[in-house]
């Protein structure tokens, strides 16, 4: 599979779940963003982990499955647009704690995704 695919089938899960959360929670608080984002890490650190300590697929596949579906799932660009529309608005604690509610919990679940993928291993 190449990259663009592994891209272009996450940006086809990421749309889905955009239209799910707006349909059930409607305008506000990003969610959908958040989601995408946070589980996009956690994605991220168990099958990184698990190709860095157990596969031996072949070697094209790796940059599709590691990189080219969480980098289309996952979502930068619409995390920093709901920070700097907070700004926009003199939502400063609120950006404030948009962007530590973003981080925090990105980094918090990449790194148990990787500690339990390697529990699995051992």
Not at 109 to 119: A, I, N, P, Q
């Amino acid at each position: 599979m190449k990259l663009w695919l592994g891209g272009a089938l996450a940006c086809g899960a990421r749309h889905l779940i955009n239209g799910g959360f707006g349909r059930w929670l409607g305008g506000g608080f990003a969610w959908a963003t958040r989601t995408v984002t946070v589980g996009g890490c956690l994605r991220m650190g168990l099958v990184v982990e698990a190709l860095a300590l157990e596969v031996k697929g072949a070697l094209d596949l790796r940059p599709s499955i590691a990189t080219g579906i969480p980098g289309g799932f996952t979502t930068v660009s619409a995390d920093a647009l709901y920070f700097a529309s907070l700004v926009g608005q003199q939502a400063r604690v609120a950006a404030g704690l948009y962007r530590v509610g973003s981080v925090v919990p990105s980094l918090a679940t990449l790194s148990t995704g990787s500690w339990l993928t390697r529990g699995s291993f051992t």
